[in-house]
């Protein structure tokens, strides 16, 4: 049956911090830094105790407890300023080719406490020539942070254009997205962009982590049942293209008929697995045993695993695609088992 949602919006804001450091004073993460003068850093907030009263238990009691946070607090603090620190020495001492290495390797690090640190540090400097080293490191480390940001939100642009174009098919000049689309045509043409677009080496982990974050957003919303079916619907094929690509069927001249059945699965729609289940099954009309079938998935997912980039978005897609067909085939066994007795 089809479902529908509201009208389809593909939209990703990013907003990393941006650093200006064309001009002087530079203003990164809210904090206004000198490059020819001494940094400012105002630090507020001393803490003073109050008298003791040995009367008031209780009070004693959450003076006790307020102490302990604040030695954790401060320990922690202390951590973590030692970890910058370590950061910035590396830094200092590095090449250029090491530093743009070390900025990348490590672009989370460069939060409001890692500039509040290099402030203080350059504030604290005996000599002017010290000083000068630590405002170019300053300079040379927003200027690579600012082109990764630069480079990321073009990856992202053109992960969200690339998917756009996969979907136009079925979601142009359509106000309301049905699932499956009421033309047949549009869901070949979506397949066909995909092919094209796989081709050309467009579907990357980029590609993949856009239809994810769109994907998740459509089931928190909760309203956009066609969509979210869509999108689905475009990490299956993204799939069964990439595990198509290599078979193990043959073995020298021989035909590992598990093998071959597996990639019949993997190639056709998911519309068709039951059909091609019920038919090929030894429990069914067909010759497969089951345990068969199943070996031969868990020996596929084990190559995926080891053929993709642990962690990675396309280890996962490719991994469930193996698992879904693992699972509608246990589906399938469990009421053929029934029927039978």
Known sequence: ???????????????PPRCSYHRH????????????KNWDVMVSGMWRPMPFHSANLIDCKKRRTLICAVNQ?????????VEVDRLIDKLRDANPIELQKLVVENVL?????????????????KSEDDKKDYE???????????RLVHKTNEKINSATDVLKGILKPIVDDVVEIQWPPRDPE????????????????????????EVNAQLRQAKEDGD???LEAMLQKVLQLYASKVLSKRSYAKKGDEILKAEEFLETIIKAPEEEWNKLLLDGLSIGKGEIP???LYAVIKKRIERTLIRTEGGSYQQRVLSEYLNGIQSRAEQVVQVLEGKAQ
């Open 224 to 226: 956009k049942p066609g």
């Open 73 to 81: 607090d401060a320990e922690e603090a202390f951590k973590k300023t």
């Open 290 to 292: 089951p345990q068969d």
């Open 25 to 36: 004073p530079v203003h990164c993460f809210g904090i206004s830094f000198s490059l020819l």
């Open 109 to 125: 690090a460069f939060n409001e406490g890692f500039w509040i640190r290099l402030a203080a540090r350059t504030d604290t400097c």
């Open 186 to 209: 549009s869901l070949k043409l979506m397949e066909k962009e995909i092919t094209e677009r796989e081709q050309e080496g467009l579907l990357d982990e980029g590609f993949l982590s």
């Open 136 to 146: 170019e490191l300053a300079i040379s480390v927003m200027s690579i942070v600012d």
């Open 1 to 15: 049956m089809a479902s529908s949602s509201s009208s389809f919006s593909l939209s990703l804001s990013l907003q």
